[in-house]
């Protein structure tokens, strides 16, 4: 997404529901600004594949970020590499780990960095392993990454994080449990495929991506066969 549409993202989405940004890496300081700027709720920087990386983010944001907005800002990573995975301990025992509020484990590009499917069991394990070390540091979890209606309830499960994330909706799975429903992937993807067709017509230069976009939740709602991809 680009500036624009995010800034009409934060626009639809103050006082109703947080507004966390992924930027284009652990030090992408322009996407920071921006996010800065917007006064988003939240900051994920991808391809946190070391110790290293994750200290030049977190000092990136104190080194951008005014102070009284750093510290309501949720600082969050995605580990979502093979290498990253291998890195952990490093990672979760370091001190800047403990700046960081929340952390997502990213199947897709997990699963294309071990040559396998998503849904691989292997897979699974490792993003329960991720999860579980997280949590013992007392970080907010989330899993994402070609979330279907087959697949939501069984990570829900098994893995058991704080949240399940698609690509632009982040939802609490304390509020799943308590409320029973049986229905909210397929909730969360048509809300998706509703936002591509507004999106593709403000910005029309890009419908042909939100089209392809619509498709694939279409194929993880089981409409349509599902093959893995990324995002």
Avoid: W
Avoid at 3 to 14: A, G, K, N, V
Avoid at 64 to 88: C, D, G, S, V, W
């Amino acid at each position: 997404m680009d500036y624009d549409e995010l800034t009409l993202f934060r626009e639809i989405s103050r006082e109703i529901t947080p507004l966390i940004i992924k930027i284009g890496g652990p030090e992408a300081r322009t996407d920071i600004r921006f996010c800065s700027s917007i006064v988003s709720d939240g900051i994920v920087a991808p391809m946190v594949e070391s110790e290293y990386a994750l200290r030049n983010y977190v000092s990136s944001l104190k080194s951008l970020i005014p102070p009284n907005q750093f510290e309501k800002t949720n600082k969050a990573i995605n580990i979502e590499t093979i290498t990253a995975y291998r890195n952990i301990l490093d990672i979760v025992d370091s001190h800047s780990f403990e700046i960081i509020n929340s952390v997502i484990a990213a199947r897709s590009d997990l699963s294309a960095s071990m040559n396998m499917h998503p849904d691989d069991p292997e897979v699974m394990r490792i993003i329960g392993q991720i999860v579980k070390l997280a949590k013992e540091k007392n970080k907010a979890t989330s899993v994402g990454g070609t979330i279907t209606s087959s697949n939501f309830y069984h990570i829900m499960e098994k893995v058991a994080p704080n949240y399940i994330n698609s690509r632009h909706i982040v939802i609490s799975l304390e509020q799943v449990a308590k409320n029973q429903r049986t229905d909210v992937p397929e909730i969360i993807l048509e809300f998706e495929i509703e936002l591509y067709v507004l999106l593709s017509k403000l910005k029309p230069e890009k419908s042909y991506a939100y089209l392809n976009r619509i498709e694939i939740n279409k194929e993880r709602m089981g409409k349509k066969k599902v093959t893995y991809s990324v995002g």
